[in-house]
């Protein structure tokens, strides 16, 4: 007697993008988990940190974590004026510079947790005198270890290549914090994510078949 296959949240069988699409499927639990289980969390950071008062904040990431990290930078400077910059890790971890970035904020943006450079300017970083904060899908991971506070994503293991609900958790998460960090609970706002995430994967027919009209274009506006 064969056990019962797992379900397929993606709903593609074994087609190509299989367990991409099943991760995809994953973020309207995942963002509603966030919302109800990580959010106390969030606030409980940036309390501690605001309290602390930063006069700049410093944001490093590396590929889609740097997107997420893009939409902190804009975040932190329309909410709460708060100046910002993108940190080039090289200038430490290959350069040897050491800046005073006492009364700085820096914060690490990484799904993994894992990479040595952000491990090392983070670390850098924090004998330099910032406030350190890693966010992360992974709070045993040496980026977590290093910084002094940690944010934890919570969106599960990632196996797909493309990074899909870690995104949208880091994005999640981060404008928690950045309201937070404000004084303000940004849980009500953003109660309704996991319901529009929801209707917007429900229309996958009507996105399979825009994909299949423009796969072969070359240039689109």
Known sequence: ???????????????PGRIMSGEMAEQPAMLRRILEQGAPRIREVAAEIAARKPRFVLLTARGTSDNAALYAKYLLEIRLGLPCGLASMSTTTAYGARPDLRDVLVVTVSQSGGSPDLVASTRAAREAGAVTLAVTNNPDSALAAVSEYHIDILAGPEKALPATKTYTASLLSLYLFVEGLGGTDGTAAAAGLPDLAGAVLGRRAEVRALASRYRFAERMV
């Open 1 to 15: 007697m064969s056990a019962t296959p797992p379900a397929d949240p993606g709903g593609q069988g074994d087609e």
